[in-house]
């Protein structure tokens, strides 16, 4: 089993979570050559790697330390810790400078934003006025983030102006990935992968029709 890709800013590379080992640990793909390294390997869980916008390091959630908290690794070995929390991290996003990343927290029950630098620090919460939030995605341009929130049985897509604190639900569905204009988000719908519009609201289907689809990733 194979989950949580990320497709490296330039496209030639993809990192995810793989279960070839028995373990959740983190492989890196070259897709020109198709050559594959079992990149993070620590005991215990190695989960949701992203690539930073130089495509030189991911961040990840590992667990070896009891739970899981944010790390970043290079390509070429060496994991940084960053956080030392008592709830588990994860789903980090970079900012498009590659100074910070937002991730996901469940320190307060219900998973939370939070802000740190890509040095360390102690995470700062992100307002969004939403109980429940997970999945968060930088735009490039770096104004705006989208993430899921629950909602009843299901997920929304929710949009937040980083500049003025303003958040709106723009449509059902799960995992937003922005693309590279910082305009339109994909997101996936049960067996659905869609193209929204995010200025029109106007979504277009990408892919269907192949059993549950989730977890979309998009080069910039």
Same mark, same amino acid.
């Not at 869609?194 to 990408?206: A, H, N, Q, R, Y």
């Given at each position: ?22 373990? &959740? ?132 897509? &929710? ?62």
């Amino acid at each position: 089993m194979s989950v949580s890709p990320s497709l490296s800013p330039n496209g030639r590379r993809l990192a995810y979570t793989g279960y070839q080992a028995g373990y &959740a640990d983190i492989y890196v793909i070259d897709l020109t050559t198709g050559s594959r390294v079992r990149l993070v390997k620590f005991p215990g869980s190695n989960l949701g790697p992203r690539f930073s916008p130089d495509g030189n390091q991911l961040a990840c959630s590992i667990s070896k330390d009891g739970n899981p908290e944010l790390y970043v690794v290079g390509l070429g070995g060496g994991a940084r810790r960053l956080t030392h929390t008592r709830g588990a991290e994860s789903s980090p996003t970079w900012s498009p400078n590659g100074s910070e990343i937002i991730y996901s927290n469940d320190d307060t029950g219900e998973p939370q934003l939070y802000r740190i630098s890509a040095g360390g620090g102690t995470g700062r919460l992100v307002p969004t006025g939403y109980g429940y939030c997970t999945e968060p995605s930088w735009s490039p341009d770096g104004q705006r983030l989208a993430f899921n929130v629950r909602s009843g049985g299901g997920f929304s897509v &929710a949009v937040l102006d980083l500049s003025n604190g303003g958040t709106r639900i723009v449509t059902q569905g799960e995992n937003p990935v922005w693309g590279a204009d910082s305009r339109h988000l994909i997101y996936s719908t049960g067996s659905t992968i869609s193209l929204l519009d995010v200025p029109t609201g106007k979504s277009i289907p990408v892919v269907s029709g192949l059993g549950k689809v989730t977890e979309p990733t998009w080069s910039r």
